[in-house]
């Protein structure tokens, strides 16, 4: 038997301190991550099995078999699925952090292969999970045989988590894999059957096949002595052996519920809400969706991959399978398990399949149902949990706005603002419109790059003057979102910086009529205005929306505001290059001296930049050219 010691990669010794210390808070976790692995490996055999029936060989019946042994300190896991061949294990289990089920989808991937049965995909094999069995042992030996070699064609693969590990061929008689656990003297409390079976029931009692211990029985003592628990030399399963989801709902707690879906999403925060339900009619399935507490780091990242774990009569499909959530709500996780999809159902099948088509329907649906039940809940508790998704999802929700048409409505229902009258973001448009003033006839908005900048935006002047409720929208989807949502409930959404500011039945008679003769009296210095910005506006207009500022600029009704231009070039992309328009105050002071100046050319030019740099200045801009505009008006002050 051949036998070789290679190091493992750089710096490895630094990662396995990380994995050891840092990544588990609870060290029982081991167990889990070693049954998880254990799992997937059988699941990879009845994939690799439907087309190739002879990696069955003797042993139809997948399991995984823990055993203990507390003279040798050792606890093993062993299952009988798809093994590794010596080559396996020198990449995937020299190596940190590389997962050699990523591994094999990744190859996959890159022919653009994907259907079922080649589709292996279980996250953690052999992954970071493995290496948490050094938490609790001082050496790990694995034993294995791929499915289909011959026996003499084993593994052992032995390592002290230092810096190098052992490799050697070995006759192994049965497929599969065992990893041997060498546990430290104060971890020997893992090498207790109640200990273990406790640890089993409350992290994989879930598994989808059985995991199998040592039967133990009660024996007393003799000559005086104390008596205790010996092995009868059968196995018992000890798990439910079934898939959480496929359970009753009544027989779940919440604590399995929550156990589950830590396992599922790889998080340590437990799950806002979930739901689950099995689905009938012309399409059957069972779906168990969360919604999670906090958002991953990588919610924006389009090229990563997200969706639901899809199982078709309990079998793994695929993971992240997109297609049954649309991308909106990218951030749920869950399984899904079908009763009429095919077995080997491939990612472009997912694509085009009707059924898959109702799934998602209905995965949406119930996903908007949860959260407007949060949302309208009486309760407080139920009503905090909904401030909290806001506060981590709401800005992805809005994209559905723009995505989903047919469900437009309930996510409209869904979304929350601040708002002139309050800095928090918990005002929806239910609530904007229960406190309309009479004679209101549209829901005002500004969006902005914050609440501050909204707050202050010279564009509100008049609405808080009239005492008007202005919603103030800072996420920088919104003006995207907002172009799909023309109106609530039967009333017109208007932005307060597009076009001409119309308060309708808002405005007395006095005040309209004063407006038209400011316009008309102040014709001639608007046209010097146009000639003198003909550069930088595309109008200039008297306005009556300004109180206390001198000049704001706004949009066309249907045109890009000037911030998401800005926000667009920021982010390395294309905007239309549009002109705002100008619109005065002629009550100002400083607009009455630009009145006065006709006569000095140079220094009504100066004042005319000056306004409109001012207006760019005051929504969140910066003038084309600040050394001019510092220039201009430092020659004023002095």
């Known amino acids: 038997m051949s036998k070789q010691t290679l190091s493992f990669q750089a710096e490895v010794a630094q990662l396995l301190h990380l994995v050891t210390h840092s990544l588990y808070s609870n060290k029982e976790i081991f167990l889990r991550e070693l049954i998880s692995n254990a799992s997937d490996a059988c699941d990879k055999l009845r994939f690799e099995a439907l087309a190739n029936g002879a990696l069955w060989e003797d042993a139809p019946n997948l399991e995984v078999r823990v055993s203990f042994d507390k003279d040798a300190k050792t606890l093993t896991i062993t299952d009988n699925g798809i093994g590794l061949t010596e080559q396996e294990a020198i990449d995937n289990l020299g190596t940190i952090a590389k997962s050699g089920t990523r591994d094999f989808v990744s190859k996959l991937e890159a022919s653009q292969k994907a259907d079922a049965k080649e589709q292996g995909s279980l996250i953690g094999q052999f992954g970071v999970g493995f290496y948490s069995g050094f938490m609790v042992a001082d050496k790990i030996t694995v034993e294995s045989r791929k499915a289909g070699a011959a026996a003499d064609a084993g593994v052992r693969w032995v390592s002290a988590g230092t810096g190098e590990f052992e490799v050697e061929t070995i006759t192994r008689a049965a497929r599969g894999t065992s990893v041997i656990l060498h546990l430290r003297d104060d971890a020997m409390d893992y090498a207790n059957g109640w200990r273990v079976k406790s640890i089993i029931n409350k992290y994989s009692d879930h598994i989808s096949l059985p995991i199998l211990m040592g039967k133990e029985e009660w024996k007393e003592g003799e000559d005086g002595k104390d008596g205790g628990m010996v092995a009868t030399g059968e196995w018992e399963t000890v798990n439910k052996a079934s898939a959480l989801w496929s359970r009753p709902k009544k027989d779940i707690t919440p604590e399995q519920y929550t156990e589950f879906y830590k396992q599922i999403a790889f998080d340590q925060e437990a799950p806002l809400a979930w739901s689950h339900n099995r689905v009938e009619g012309s399409t059957e399935y069972t779906q168990l969706l969360y919604i999670p507490s906090k958002a991953p780091q990588d919610l924006w990242n389009r090229d990563k991959k997200a969706g639901l774990k899809l199982y078709v009569k309990r079998v793994f499909i695929m993971d992240d399978a997109e297609a049954l959530m649309p991308s909106y709500l990218r951030f ?46 009486g309760d407080d508790a139920e009503k905090a949990k909904y401030g909290a998704f806001y506060s981590e999802f709401g800005a992805v929700l809005k994209e559905g706005l723009g995505e989903d048409f047919s469900n437009r409505e309930k996510i409209s229902k ?86 001409a500011v119309d308060l309708g039945k808002l405005q007395d008679d006095a005040e309209k009529k004063a407006a038209e003769e400011a316009a008309v009296s102040f014709k001639p210095i608007l046209e ?18 300004l109180v206390d500022s001198a000049a704001c600029l706004v949009v066309q009704d249907h045109g890009m505001s000037t911030q998401l231009a800005r926000m667009l070039k920021r982010a390395g992309q294309e905007a239309p290059e549009t002109k705002p328009i100008l619109e005065v105050n002629a009550e100002h002071a400083l607009v009455k001296k630009l009145e006065a100046s006709t006569a000095n050319e140079a220094l009504f030019g100066d004042l005319a930049h000056i306004l409109f740099d001012q207006a760019l200045l005051a929504e969140g801009g910066l003038p084309d050219d600040p050394a001019a505009y510092v220039k201009r008006v430092n020659s004023l002050l002095v």
């Open 414 to 499: 869904l979304l929350r603002f601040a708002s002139s009258t309050t800095d928090t973001v918990s005002v929806s448009f239910a609530d904007y419109k229960a406190r309309m003033k009479e004679g209101q006839e549209a829901i005002y908005y500004i969006t902005a790059d914050t609440i501050a900048a909204a707050k202050n935006s010279p564009q509100l002047e008049v609405f808080m003057k009239k005492g008007i409720e202005v919603l103030l929208m800072t996420d920088r989807v919104d003006e995207w979102a907002l172009g799909y949502l023309h109106e609530f409930d039967g009333t017109t959404l208007q932005s307060v910086a597009k076009g």
């Open 332 to 377: 749920v996780k869950g399984v899904v398990d079908s009763a009429d999809l095919p077995l080997n159902v491939s990612r472009e099948l997912l694509q085009e399949s009707r059924d898959v088509k109702a799934i998602r329907e209905g995965n949406t649906r119930r996903v908007l149902t949860v959260l407007e039940d949060l949302a309208t809940s």
């Open 528 to 545: 010097k205005l146009k000639e003198a910005l003909k550069d930088k506006a595309e109008d200039v207009r008297v306005t009556t929306r």
